[in-house]
């Protein structure tokens, strides 16, 4: 059994930074690859970054390129969502994400266990 816990989450200052950590107990994240989406009130749920199971293939949205990192430490089973120079529209729900396939991947399906979710505000 997989299960992801998000945290981190919080009330942040444009511009400023924030991380987001997903602990994974069950296996170790050399089986899973991950993903990180988001979802704000009123909109669809949104793919935001991902990470392959090797840790050697990572892709982002556009609209967060350049600002968060994913990345992953296996010693600690945890998966990370940097995020720098955040914006109002960063503001979400953010959730972690675990697939049964290696590669780094956007497309939902491939996903099997989710976080329940920490929620970012990005206000001043």
């Known amino acids: 059994q997989l299960q992801l816990v998000e945290s981190g989450g919080g009330l942040v200052q444009p511009g400023g930074s924030l991380r987001l950590s997903c602990v994974v107990s069950g296996f170790t994240l050399d089986y899973y690859s991950f993903g990180w989406f988001r979802q704000a009130p009123g909109k669809e749920r949104e793919w935001v970054s991902c990470?392959?199971?090797?840790?050697?293939?990572?892709n982002y949205a556009d609209s967060v390129k350049g600002r968060f990192t994913i990345s992953g430490d296996n010693a600690k089973n945890t998966v990370y969502l940097q995020m720098n120079s955040l914006k109002p529209e960063d503001t979400a729900i953010y959730y972690c994400?675990?697939?049964?396939?290696?590669?780094?991947?956007?497309?939902?399906?491939?996903?099997?266990?989710w976080g329940q979710g920490t929620q970012v505000t990005v206000s001043s």
């Open positions: 990470i392959s199971s090797s840790g050697d293939s990572t």
């Open positions: 994400a675990a697939s049964s396939y290696h590669f780094c991947s956007g497309y939902v399906p491939y996903y099997d266990y």
